[in-house]
Protein backbone atom coordinates (compact mmCIF):
# COMPACT_ATOMS: atom_id res chain seq x y z
CA UNK A 1 0.00 0.00 0.00
CA UNK A 2 1.22 3.59 -0.82
CA UNK A 3 0.43 7.01 0.67
CA UNK A 4 -1.15 9.28 -1.57
CA UNK A 5 2.48 10.92 -2.07
CA UNK A 6 4.03 8.35 -3.31
CA UNK A 7 1.49 7.25 -5.82
CA UNK A 8 2.45 10.99 -7.50
CA UNK A 9 6.11 10.89 -7.42
CA UNK A 10 5.56 7.44 -9.21
CA UNK A 11 3.58 9.26 -11.34
CA UNK A 12 5.27 11.59 -12.03
CA UNK A 13 8.39 9.70 -12.97
CA UNK A 14 6.54 7.32 -14.79
CA UNK A 15 7.03 4.30 -12.63
CA UNK A 16 4.92 0.70 -13.49
CA UNK A 17 2.25 1.11 -10.45
CA UNK A 18 1.52 -2.60 -9.56
CA UNK A 19 -2.29 -3.78 -9.76
CA UNK A 20 -3.68 -3.67 -6.50
CA UNK A 21 -1.04 -1.42 -5.06
CA UNK A 22 -3.39 1.13 -3.20
CA UNK A 23 -3.19 4.18 -6.03
CA UNK A 24 -6.08 5.63 -6.92
CA UNK A 25 -5.79 7.58 -10.57
CA UNK A 26 -6.63 10.88 -10.50
CA UNK A 27 -9.73 12.41 -11.87
CA UNK A 28 -9.72 15.08 -14.23
CA UNK A 29 -12.90 17.13 -15.20
CA UNK A 30 -11.80 16.79 -19.17
CA UNK A 31 -10.88 13.35 -19.75
CA UNK A 32 -7.64 11.45 -19.08
CA UNK A 33 -5.61 13.72 -20.79
CA UNK A 34 -4.83 17.23 -20.73
CA UNK A 35 -7.59 19.48 -18.29
CA UNK A 36 -7.99 20.20 -14.68
CA UNK A 37 -7.45 17.59 -11.73
CA UNK A 38 -10.56 17.56 -9.42
CA UNK A 39 -8.71 16.25 -6.20
CA UNK A 40 -11.01 17.69 -3.46
CA UNK A 41 -9.57 15.33 -1.10
CA UNK A 42 -5.41 16.63 -1.86
CA UNK A 43 -6.38 19.91 0.63
CA UNK A 44 -6.64 16.92 3.36
CA UNK A 45 -3.04 15.60 2.93
CA UNK A 46 -0.45 15.38 6.13
CA UNK A 47 2.90 16.57 4.47
CA UNK A 48 6.16 16.59 6.68
CA UNK A 49 7.69 19.93 6.96
CA UNK A 50 10.40 18.69 9.64
CA UNK A 51 10.61 14.99 9.63
CA UNK A 52 11.48 14.00 13.43
CA UNK A 53 11.77 10.56 14.74
CA UNK A 54 12.60 9.07 18.20
CA UNK A 55 13.38 5.46 17.56
CA UNK A 56 10.00 3.57 15.35
CA UNK A 57 8.16 7.10 16.23
CA UNK A 58 7.35 9.54 13.45
CA UNK A 59 7.37 12.68 15.43
CA UNK A 60 7.39 15.32 12.65
CA UNK A 61 6.39 18.27 12.22
CA UNK A 62 4.16 18.55 9.80
CA UNK A 63 1.61 20.92 8.18
CA UNK A 64 -1.18 19.77 10.58
CA UNK A 65 0.88 20.96 13.70
CA UNK A 66 2.03 24.15 11.70
CA UNK A 67 -1.80 24.88 11.60
CA UNK A 68 -2.33 24.14 15.21
CA UNK A 69 0.37 26.53 16.24
CA UNK A 70 -1.09 29.15 13.69
CA UNK A 71 -4.16 28.83 15.47
CA UNK A 72 -2.85 29.05 19.38
CA UNK A 73 -0.92 32.60 17.97
CA UNK A 74 -4.16 33.53 16.69
CA UNK A 75 -5.97 33.38 19.18
CA UNK A 76 -3.75 34.44 22.23
CA UNK A 77 -3.62 37.81 20.03
CA UNK A 78 -6.78 38.10 19.52
CA UNK A 79 -7.46 37.76 23.27
CA UNK A 80 -4.43 39.52 24.64
CA UNK A 81 -3.69 42.68 22.25
CA UNK A 82 -5.25 45.61 23.58
CA UNK A 83 -6.34 43.63 26.48
CA UNK A 84 -5.85 46.48 28.66
CA UNK A 85 -7.48 49.82 26.81
CA UNK A 86 -10.04 51.67 28.69
CA UNK A 87 -11.22 52.11 25.38
CA UNK A 88 -11.56 48.54 23.68
CA UNK A 89 -11.06 48.57 20.13
CA UNK A 90 -12.06 46.42 17.36
CA UNK A 91 -9.59 43.20 18.22
CA UNK A 92 -10.05 43.71 22.01
CA UNK A 93 -14.43 44.16 21.50
CA UNK A 94 -14.39 40.76 19.88
CA UNK A 95 -12.15 39.43 23.06
CA UNK A 96 -14.62 40.85 25.30
CA UNK A 97 -17.93 39.41 23.33
CA UNK A 98 -16.32 35.72 22.53
CA UNK A 99 -15.42 36.16 26.70
CA UNK A 100 -18.79 36.80 28.05
CA UNK A 101 -20.34 34.05 25.49
CA UNK A 102 -18.58 31.86 26.97
CA UNK A 103 -19.11 33.21 30.46
CA UNK A 104 -22.86 32.99 30.05
CA UNK A 105 -22.59 29.59 28.20
CA UNK A 106 -20.82 28.22 31.58
CA UNK A 107 -23.23 29.76 33.96
CA UNK A 108 -26.41 28.46 32.02
CA UNK A 109 -25.41 25.24 31.96
CA UNK A 110 -23.49 24.29 34.79
CA UNK A 111 -24.11 27.34 37.33
CA UNK A 112 -21.77 28.85 39.70
CA UNK A 113 -20.15 25.67 40.81
CA UNK A 114 -18.66 25.48 37.29
CA UNK A 115 -16.58 28.68 36.70
CA UNK A 116 -14.03 26.64 37.64
CA UNK A 117 -14.67 25.08 34.42
CA UNK A 118 -14.33 28.48 32.44
CA UNK A 119 -11.34 28.64 31.22
CA UNK A 120 -10.85 25.23 30.23
CA UNK A 121 -14.47 25.82 27.75
CA UNK A 122 -13.11 28.89 27.01
CA UNK A 123 -9.31 27.41 25.47
CA UNK A 124 -11.57 24.86 23.62
CA UNK A 125 -13.98 26.92 22.31
CA UNK A 126 -11.30 29.26 20.67
CA UNK A 127 -9.31 26.47 19.61
CA UNK A 128 -11.46 24.84 17.86
CA UNK A 129 -13.80 28.12 16.15
CA UNK A 130 -9.66 29.57 14.70
CA UNK A 131 -8.82 26.51 13.53
CA UNK A 132 -12.31 26.13 11.34
CA UNK A 133 -11.66 30.02 10.77
CA UNK A 134 -8.14 29.86 9.60
CA UNK A 135 -9.09 26.58 6.96
CA UNK A 136 -11.22 28.98 5.39
CA UNK A 137 -8.44 31.62 4.47
CA UNK A 138 -5.46 31.06 1.77
CA UNK A 139 -2.31 33.23 2.09
CA UNK A 140 -0.89 32.71 -1.51
CA UNK A 141 2.38 31.51 -2.16
CA UNK A 142 3.20 31.49 1.53
CA UNK A 143 1.25 28.83 3.39
CA UNK A 144 -1.77 26.24 1.82
CA UNK A 145 -5.12 26.80 3.71
CA UNK A 146 -4.97 23.44 5.84
CA UNK A 147 -7.97 23.04 8.82
CA UNK A 148 -7.11 20.59 11.42
CA UNK A 149 -10.53 19.78 12.67
CA UNK A 150 -11.43 18.16 9.59
CA UNK A 151 -9.11 15.08 10.71
CA UNK A 152 -10.97 12.66 12.75
CA UNK A 153 -7.72 11.78 14.88
CA UNK A 154 -7.48 15.82 16.18
CA UNK A 155 -11.55 15.82 16.75
CA UNK A 156 -11.07 12.41 18.92
CA UNK A 157 -8.27 13.69 20.76
CA UNK A 158 -10.27 16.21 21.61
CA UNK A 159 -13.32 14.74 22.73
CA UNK A 160 -11.44 12.14 24.59
CA UNK A 161 -9.39 14.58 26.69
CA UNK A 162 -13.13 16.19 27.57
CA UNK A 163 -14.47 12.59 28.28
CA UNK A 164 -12.14 11.16 29.72
CA UNK A 165 -11.95 14.37 32.36
CA UNK A 166 -15.64 14.83 32.43
CA UNK A 167 -15.63 10.92 34.09
CA UNK A 168 -12.11 11.21 36.01
CA UNK A 169 -14.10 14.24 37.70
CA UNK A 170 -17.22 12.96 38.01
CA UNK A 171 -16.05 9.59 40.06
CA UNK A 172 -13.37 11.72 42.33
CA UNK A 173 -16.20 13.98 43.13
CA UNK A 174 -19.09 11.51 43.55
CA UNK A 175 -17.02 8.36 43.65
CA UNK A 176 -19.21 5.52 43.23
CA UNK A 177 -22.55 7.63 43.29
CA UNK A 178 -21.51 8.73 39.73
CA UNK A 179 -22.94 5.59 38.91
CA UNK A 180 -25.98 6.99 38.96
CA UNK A 181 -25.94 8.65 35.81
CA UNK A 182 -26.66 5.05 34.56
CA UNK A 183 -29.85 4.72 36.73
CA UNK A 184 -31.96 8.50 36.52
CA UNK A 185 -34.09 9.30 39.76
CA UNK A 186 -37.73 8.11 39.51
CA UNK A 187 -36.66 5.39 36.97
CA UNK A 188 -39.45 2.59 37.60
CA UNK A 189 -37.07 -0.93 38.81
CA UNK A 190 -38.56 -3.12 36.34
CA UNK A 191 -37.40 -0.21 33.28
CA UNK A 192 -34.16 -0.73 34.90
CA UNK A 193 -32.52 -3.76 32.96
CA UNK A 194 -33.92 -2.03 29.79
CA UNK A 195 -32.53 1.68 30.50
CA UNK A 196 -29.16 1.37 31.78
CA UNK A 197 -27.56 -0.66 29.40
CA UNK A 198 -28.70 2.13 26.47
CA UNK A 199 -27.22 4.81 28.97
CA UNK A 200 -24.14 2.97 29.12
CA UNK A 201 -23.68 2.90 25.33
CA UNK A 202 -24.86 6.14 24.92
CA UNK A 203 -22.16 7.58 27.31
CA UNK A 204 -19.13 4.89 26.04
CA UNK A 205 -20.25 7.04 22.48
CA UNK A 206 -20.08 10.49 23.57
CA UNK A 207 -16.58 10.79 22.14
CA UNK A 208 -17.09 9.39 18.80
CA UNK A 209 -19.92 11.62 18.13
CA UNK A 210 -18.51 14.70 19.40
CA UNK A 211 -15.68 14.07 17.43
CA UNK A 212 -17.62 13.20 14.17
CA UNK A 213 -19.94 15.40 13.90
CA UNK A 214 -16.85 18.24 13.96
CA UNK A 215 -14.88 16.28 11.47
CA UNK A 216 -17.60 15.56 9.37
CA UNK A 217 -18.76 18.58 8.95
CA UNK A 218 -15.59 20.60 8.35
CA UNK A 219 -14.60 18.03 5.93
CA UNK A 220 -17.95 18.01 3.83
CA UNK A 221 -17.93 21.36 3.78
CA UNK A 222 -14.47 22.00 2.78
CA UNK A 223 -14.85 19.19 -0.08
CA UNK A 224 -17.91 21.04 -1.65
CA UNK A 225 -16.00 24.10 -1.70
CA UNK A 226 -12.74 22.58 -3.66
CA UNK A 227 -15.44 20.82 -6.00
CA UNK A 228 -17.30 24.17 -7.17
CA UNK A 229 -13.98 26.21 -7.23
CA UNK A 230 -12.87 23.50 -9.59
CA UNK A 231 -15.70 24.05 -11.58
CA UNK A 232 -15.02 27.82 -11.40
CA UNK A 233 -11.70 27.03 -13.28
CA UNK A 234 -12.76 24.68 -15.74
CA UNK A 235 -16.02 26.18 -17.27
CA UNK A 236 -13.97 29.60 -18.06
CA UNK A 237 -16.80 32.66 -18.24
CA UNK A 238 -19.53 30.00 -17.92
CA UNK A 239 -17.99 29.03 -14.40
CA UNK A 240 -20.36 32.26 -12.99
CA UNK A 241 -23.18 30.10 -12.38
CA UNK A 242 -20.43 28.27 -9.84
CA UNK A 243 -18.65 30.82 -8.75
CA UNK A 244 -21.95 32.30 -6.95
CA UNK A 245 -23.00 28.91 -5.67
CA UNK A 246 -19.31 29.03 -3.68
CA UNK A 247 -19.71 32.51 -2.30
CA UNK A 248 -22.86 31.06 -1.19
CA UNK A 249 -21.77 28.21 -0.13
CA UNK A 250 -18.24 30.14 1.75
CA UNK A 251 -20.78 31.96 3.76
CA UNK A 252 -22.81 28.73 4.74
CA UNK A 253 -18.95 27.85 5.96
CA UNK A 254 -17.89 30.34 8.31
CA UNK A 255 -21.44 30.36 9.98
CA UNK A 256 -20.82 26.57 10.44
CA UNK A 257 -17.80 26.72 11.54
CA UNK A 258 -19.04 28.90 14.57
CA UNK A 259 -21.75 26.39 15.57
CA UNK A 260 -19.77 23.65 15.46
CA UNK A 261 -17.29 25.34 17.95
CA UNK A 262 -20.02 26.33 19.95
CA UNK A 263 -22.08 22.58 19.83
CA UNK A 264 -18.85 21.00 21.01
CA UNK A 265 -18.40 23.81 23.61
CA UNK A 266 -22.21 23.32 24.76
CA UNK A 267 -21.98 19.59 25.27
CA UNK A 268 -18.75 19.78 26.93
CA UNK A 269 -20.35 21.80 29.06
CA UNK A 270 -23.05 19.13 29.36
CA UNK A 271 -20.93 16.67 30.14
CA UNK A 272 -18.79 18.13 33.02
CA UNK A 273 -22.45 19.01 34.29
CA UNK A 274 -23.14 15.33 34.60
CA UNK A 275 -20.36 14.48 36.36
CA UNK A 276 -20.81 17.10 39.01
CA UNK A 277 -24.71 16.34 39.26
CA UNK A 278 -24.76 12.87 38.47
CA UNK A 279 -28.11 12.09 39.94
CA UNK A 280 -30.14 14.79 38.12
Known amino acids: MYLPGDCRRMRHSGQQIEKGAGCV ?10 GLALDPMHQFEITRIIPIKFGGI ?3 FTNSSLWMVLTVIAVSALLLLGSKRIVPGRLQSVGEMIYEFISNMVRDTMGDEGRKFFPFILTLFCFILGANMLGLFTLPVVLH ?3 VTSHIIVTFALAAMVW ?3 TAYGFYKNGLGYLKLFAPSGTPAVMLPLLVPIEIISYLSRPVSLSVRLFANMMAGHTML ?3 AAFVVALGWAGIVPLAVMVGFTGLEFLVAFL ?3 IFAILSCMYIN ?3 HPSH
Open 164 to 166: LGA
Open 274 to 276: DAM
Open 226 to 228: KVF
Open 25 to 34: ASTTSQGSEG
Open 58 to 60: DAS
Open 260 to 262: QAF
Open 145 to 147: PFT
